[in-house]
């Protein structure tokens, strides 16, 4: 599967993005299978989780820095899922990536290196 991500931007802080994930290329499997997880990876730091979603949308998941200011959605039929991101902060700043993987584990599912798809990154800059 193949995956573009887009939306990213230039926004002041308390401003708001919506990053978009289009996924095409499926062999196997459609996009309804596949669990999608949004990565950012800030300069000088790891890549680290922002926030999952599960099969038909069943369960979603943040990070603590997240949590309340973005919501993770996803709409099967278009092929695509979002980050919606609000009340931005400077500590926002990264280049965020969408990934997918039709296996899930609880315990394993944060880290980048449970996803072999990846999409090739949207840089999102917050002014302070």
């Known amino acids: 599967v193949q995956l573009q991500a887009s939306g990213g931007g230039f926004v002041q802080a308390g401003g708001s993005l919506r990053l978009s994930c289009a996924a095409s290329?499926?062999?196997?499997?459609?996009?309804?299978?596949?669990?999608i997880v949004w990565f950012r990876q800030a300069p000088g730091k790891e890549r680290e989780f922002v926030a999952g979603?599960?099969?038909?949308?069943?369960?979603?998941y943040y990070a603590d820095a997240v949590k309340g200011r973005f919501t993770i959605s996803r709409d099967d039929a278009q092929n695509t899922a979002y980050l919606q991101m609000n009340s931005l902060t400077a500590e926002d700043t990264a280049v965020y990536y969408c990934?997918?993987?039709?296996?899930?584990?609880?315990?394993?599912?944060?880290?980048?290196?449970?996803?072999?798809?990846w999409g090739q990154g949207t840089q999102v800059t917050v002014s302070s």
């Open positions: 990934a997918a993987e039709v296996r899930f584990m609880l315990a394993t599912f944060k880290s980048p290196a449970s996803y072999g798809n």
């Open positions: 290329g499926f062999t196997g499997f459609a996009f309804r299978n596949y669990v």
């Open positions: 979603i599960t099969w038909s949308s069943s369960s979603t």
